[in-house]
């Protein structure tokens, strides 16, 4: 039998979620204005721990990179959906669509253990 019937993925198309025309624009705006409120918070609470000198403690050591990691997990798939509302191309790459899987799993993961070490640290603390 020969193989001449073969063809390679290049790129995904994606759905994403199912937004009239009329309606881009403003959940564009939404998405992208949670967003924002999410990075600016997360810098703002990174910020304030960096310069406050009584705020060099453990909790807050966990609690300052848990809001990098909260930046950094959000910052995996957002713009990406941000970009395909704007300009209406539903695609990613193969190589782009594998990348964000696992940053995605690694910020996930990463998340996931600051938590778990946070928990510890207050169990730690009280007992």
Request: charged residues 10%; proline residues 3%; hydrophobic residues 50%.
């Amino acid at each position: 039998m020969r193989g001449d019937n073969q063809s390679s993925v290049s790129e995904f198309l994606l759905l994403g979620l199912p937004i009239p025309q009329g309606q881009q624009g403003v959940f564009f705006a939404l998405f992208l204005g949670m967003y924002l409120t999410t990075v600016l918070g997360n810098l703002l609470i990174i910020l304030l721990i960096r310069l406050d000198s009584r705020l060099h403690t453990p909790m807050y050591f966990f609690l300052s990179h848990l809001a990098f990691t909260d930046i950094s997990f959000s910052s995996v798939t957002a713009p990406k959906m941000l970009m395909n509302m704007h300009t209406q191309d539903q695609s990613i790459s193969y190589a782009g669509c594998i990348s964000q899987v696992y940053f995605f799993l690694f910020w996930g993961d990463l998340d996931s253990l600051l938590l778990t070490s946070m928990a510890y640290d207050r169990y730690v603390a009280i007992c």
